[in-house]
Each structure stands twice: as C-alpha cells, then as structure tokens.
C-alpha cells in the first residue's frame, strides 16, 4: 500500500475514534493498528476562536512586577529575532506593523525599548481555562516554571572504547503524517509511525529502537560517552559535542518517535528512591551514577527518543521552534496553543531554589513535548555547565503576561 494512502486510513482511523490526538507532538503508542474505517463521521469546520485567545485577560503595565526595573534593551534583539520568525507564522500579518516600526527605530537615536513596547503593545494575562467564556476578571494564575540549556558532551566520529553511545539521525522508516493534509480543520495535528505491511503501527520505543541498535535504518550522527547525558541532551533538545581533535558539533532537534514523554525523575519520587526536592536533573544523574546497573532500565520508562541533525557551528543560541536562535535568559519554551509562538512574554517567577524574584520579558520561540498547558515555561538559561546547574534547580512558580499589538487583541 503507498504511504500516502496509509496516511489516509490512519487520519481516518483516528477520526473514528482509534485514538484521542492532541493538537501537539501526538502519540500513536496507545493506538491499535486500524487498518480501514468502515464509516466515519464527517468533520465539521469549527468557528471558534484560536485556543489562546480564550486564556488571556486584558491588564495594565501597572499589573506586571517589575515590569519597570527589567532591561527591556536586553530583550531587544531577541523581540527583533521574534519579528523574522514571526513573518511566516499564520499571526504574522497581525504583527507587522508594529515589526515593521522596531526595525525601522532599531538603533537610531533616542530609541528606548520600554517605550516602544509600551506604546505599541498591550500586556495580557495568562490566566487557566476558557477565561474569557467563563468571564473571569482574575490577574494572571501561577504555573509551573522550569528551566533548559544547551549542553556540552564529549564525541567521537567512530565507535571506539569509551564513545559507544549512539546520537542517531531521522530513521528512513519513521513515518510523519500531516493530518491538515488531508482534513484542514485538523491543523497542527501529526501523527508519528511506520508501516507494516499495510498497517501503520506506532514507531519502536525508546527501549526498542535501543534493541535494535545498528539494525534501526538510521544514520548514526555521533558516539557520546554517557548515557544519561545522551538522555538529557534528547530532553533539552539541542546541544554542542566536543570532539577528540577539539572541535566542536553542534546538534539540533530533528524529530521525535511520536510516543509521550514520561519523566523519571517522577518515577524515581514515586518508587521512593529520590525526594521530590531531590528530582533534579543532578539528582537523577547522581542516581545513576550510583546505580549503573539499572540505568537502562530507568531510561527505558520514558519511551519518547529524539532524533537529531546537524547544525552550523556558530556563537548564536540553538535554533526553537519559531525558526531563530534562542537567546540566553531571554527566550522560554511555550505550549503554542496556549501561548502564540514569537510573541513577547512577561515573565514572573523566581530564581532556581529560591524566594528571589526574577521578573523579565521573554521571548516565546520555542516549544517542548512536557511544555503543555497556559502558564507553563521553560526558561533557556543557555550554553554550558553553568546554564546546566541553574536549569536543573529550576522548577518554579510563575506568572505569564502576553504583549500583543491592537491588531493581535484577543476576540
């Protein structure tokens, strides 16, 4: 059966009920192979508002802490960053004029950032739910804030003793399926698999696809020397691999195997074996240095494996999703249908393991598969050892304030 017809049956076959398919990153791990739909309902255009719309509630810059002590210079290059990869994105027209205003005042005389962002922007709050259906008039709500960073491993080009941890590329196999493709009232909705015949049935596990090693069809990028600093490399998403003759690779996300993220450090806090205050990335990784033996099986628990891809070497930040480099304490990681990617963002939380507050304007590029829900991010502290200790410790409380242009108001 071509592929483009088992697409077909499984965009059908999830229609009918096969499996629930959330907006971003769906899985097919808990989805029976469905071969045909015998009868299918037909999909209605629905006339509703973006997802975000509903979770934001107009405020003051009076409401926002701090809002007058940030250096919203600081933020500026990444809001123009913003601008580039908004251009492209389904609110790009809503944001152009006001884009369009910052590149032209950037750098000329009297330019002051707070100003422009006052006068051409309007702070609203993040709050949960259907806030707008429900008539709630409530500042932003507090959620979870956590923290990411660019990593640096040791690699080697060949497998020799030592470097025998694999950094695979995108299998040939692994089968990606639009379903806006075919139905384009399912917008931003994929599905990941591989055929069998002529099913599509979910792609291997992470424990499956380690299994299989060599016989996976997938190029093998890099050797690593660790395992758990492989696993957290596939978490972040992105990282630099320093080789034996001291150069330098820097890898990007590619794609995903389509299963659900699962976190071990909750595994851990449940079989209680670590604390919860402890389920720190240097927790975990003191854990596992503590307990080699049964590694495997720990990262096993969590069935989601990232691909990657190479990316030009350079002094810029990974690239996010919004298609820009990241910009160190600058850009966070959002739930897109909750939070439009580009948009500015105020954010109110406090620093990794402490009452200290940290309030300042983001930029929202980027995503990530445990990013889910309105007030919810993922703070990029940036490159290194140091962005890695702050990322780790970060899992904070924390308000959102969305910066939309009147074109971009909220209906």
């Known amino acids: 059966m071509p ?60 409401d926002l802490p701090g809002w007058a002590e940030d250096d919203h210079a600081a933020a500026w290059p990444a809001f123009l960053l913003s601008c ?56 932003a709500a507090s959620g979870m804030i956590t923290g990411y960073y660019e990593p640096l491993l040791r690699g080697s080009r060949n497998r020799v003793k030592g470097f025998e941890q694999p950094v695979r590329g995108v299998p040939d196999d692994l089968l990606t399926i639009d379903l806006s493709a075919v139905f384009p009232e399912l917008k931003d909705k994929r599905v990941r698999g591989r055929l069998e015949g002529n099913k599509v049935v979910p792609y291997w ?31 972040q998403g992105s990282g630099r691999v320093k080789l034996k003759d001291g150069s330098t690779v820097r890898l990007n996300y590619a794609d995903q195997n389509g299963h659900p993220y699962q976190s071990i450090g909750r595994l851990l806090v449940e079989r209680g074996e670590l604390k919860l205050e402890e389920a720190s990335m240097q927790g975990i990784q003191a854990w596992a240095r503590a307990n080699p ?64 507050p940290m309030n300042r304007l ?28 702050q990322a780790g410790r970060m899992k904070q409380s924390g308000r959102l304030w969305v910066l939309l242009p009147p074109e971009a108001a909220p209906k």
Request: aromatic share 8%.
């Open 362 to 389: 983001v930029m929202a590029q980027d995503t990530g598969g445990a990013i889910k829900g309105a007030v919810r991010a993922d703070f990029f502290w940036g490159f290194g050892k140091a962005a890695g200790e």
């Open 84 to 139: 580039r990869g908004m251009a492209s994105k389904p609110h790009g027209p809503a944001w152009k004029r006001v884009c369009d205003l910052a590149r032209a005042s950037d750098g000329k005389a009297g330019h002051n950032a707070r100003r422009f962002f006052e006068q051409n922007l309007q702070p609203y709050a993040v709050a949960a739910g259907d806030a707008l259906a429900q008539g709630a008039t409530s500042p």
């Open 3 to 62: 592929k483009i017809q088992a697409a077909f049956l499984l965009a059908l076959s999830l229609l009918a009920g096969c499996s629930t398919v959330p907006r971003s990153e769906p899985s097919l791990a808990a989805c029976a192979p469905c071969a045909a739909c015998p009868s299918c309902p037909p999909v209605q255009a629905a006339a509703t508002p973006p997802v975000f719309s509903r979770s934001l509630l107009p405020g003051t810059w009076a």
């Open 205 to 235: 596990s992470r424990a499956e696809i380690g299994a299989r090693g060599d016989a996976l069809p997938s190029k093998t990028l890099l050797y690593v020397d660790d395992a758990v600093e492989l696993f957290f490399l596939q978490v």
């Open 293 to 356: 033996a049964r590694l495997d099986e720990l990262l096993n628990a969590n069935p989601s494996y990232v691909f990657f891809r190479e990316a030009p070497s350079g002094n810029d930040g990974p690239i996010g999703a919004l298609g820009v480099p990241l910009t160190a304490e600058r850009s966070i990681a959002v739930d897109p249908r909750s939070v439009p990617l580009g948009v500015p963002v105020f954010l109110a939380t406090t620093r990794p393991n402490s009452a200290q």
